[in-house]
């Protein structure tokens, strides 16, 4: 069975009115898993049903888990104490902007995203555990762009590279592997990993002349003893499903089949549809779909099928729901 970790309390991270990383983002996902006949939401949560508008499948294909907020030790395996303190602190006054105006928090901000960083952890350990063969978690704020010292792009934490070092050190894994296909270059997770070589980063994004953060050039393959364990992969525009599709087959495989991973953690962003607003790319829902089922094959062949798969970003809310049961779908 596929796992899904998510919280109706994730809808009160508040970042404010017309911010494109929004409470509705979850009602979304939810509303398609639930409407595709996948999910159904415990009984603890009919309030949350009603919101929705929806009602609950009698037999689900996910099994549905809600997190607990994360340790705070964990922050520790990527992130500065200053970093902490100061989201701390900015929340504990009732919240503020974190970076250049597009990561803002309110008092819970910090809460939230211990939360979120949570369900990743409690996702690794589901398929870790043998719970679940596979597992998504849709959290948020999401990850992939907040650095050891720097929250930013919508991100306070690196939940993707935590999640990487928590597998490693609570489990004896040697070797992660982390794909990430949000529209955006991750960042953050490649300023926390790109000096270790037992976590091999791949980036697929909008190149970096033309879409946020400006970096994830092809030229940024990692540091010292881990130099060539980071591989940056850019598109120009308009890029869709035939490009995305002959990279996976030509050139991440490869990558992945020579590392050999034992754990693939998968930084699911979705904002490269071609019906995102915050990109210029053109893939569709089926493209994700074959795109996951590609990586899953790799994931069977080299780990024992263990597949932990982050929501990062997707801000058109249909395209986002529609993508979501299809990368699900792929991972049955």
């Not at 705070?72 to 104490?81: G, I, N």
């Not at 105006?101 to 870790?128: F, K, Q, W, Y």
């Amino acid at each position: 069975m596929i796992g899904f970790v998510s919280s109706p309390r994730f809808i009160e991270h508040d970042t404010g009115p017309h911010h494109p990383e929004r409470a509705d983002r979850i009602r979304a996902i939810y509303r398609a898993l639930i409407e595709s006949g996948l999910l159904s939401l415990p009984d603890p949560f009919p309030d949350f049903r009603l919101r929705l508008g929806i009602r609950p499948v009698d037999r689900p294909a996910v099994k549905y888990d809600e997190p607990a907020p994360a340790g705070e030790d964990l922050l520790l395996l990527c992130h500065t104490p200053a970093h902490v303190e100061r989201i701390r602190h900015i929340c504990s006054i009732g919240g503020g902007i974190l970076d250049l105006g597009d990561t803002p928090v309110g008092r819970n901000g910090h809460e939230m995203a211990m939360l979120s960083l949570g369900a990743a952890i409690r996702g690794c350990d589901a398929v870790m555990r043998g719970e679940v063969r596979r597992c998504f978690v849709a959290a948020r704020p999401p990850g992939h762009h907040a650095e050891p010292d720097r929250a930013m792009g919508f991100c306070l934490y690196s939940n993707a590279a935590i999640a990487a070092r928590h597998v490693q050190r609570a489990y004896g894994v040697q070797r992660v592997a982390i794909v990430d296909f949000d529209v955006h270059h991750g960042n953050g997770t490649q300023a926390c990993l790109e000096d270790d070589a037992s976590i091999h980063l791949i980036s697929l994004h909008q190149h970096p002349r033309t879409c946020y953060p400006g970096s994830g050039h092809e030229w940024e393959i990692g540091v010292g003893p881990a130099r060539g364990y980071t591989l940056n992969i850019p598109f120009d525009p308009g890029a869709g499903d035939e490009e995305y599709l002959h990279v996976i087959d030509t050139r991440v495989i490869p990558e992945l089949d020579e590392f050999k991973p034992q754990v693939l953690l998968l930084s699911a962003g979705f904002d490269a549809h071609r019906d995102d607003p915050l990109a210029q790319m053109n893939l569709s829902d089926e493209g994700f779909e074959l795109m996951t089922r590609m990586l899953v094959s790799v994931a069977d062949h080299h780990c024992s099928g263990r597949v932990i798969s982050l929501l990062e970003g997707g801000y058109n809310l249909a395209a986002l729901g529609r993508s979501v049961v299809r990368h699900l779908v792929a991972m049955e």
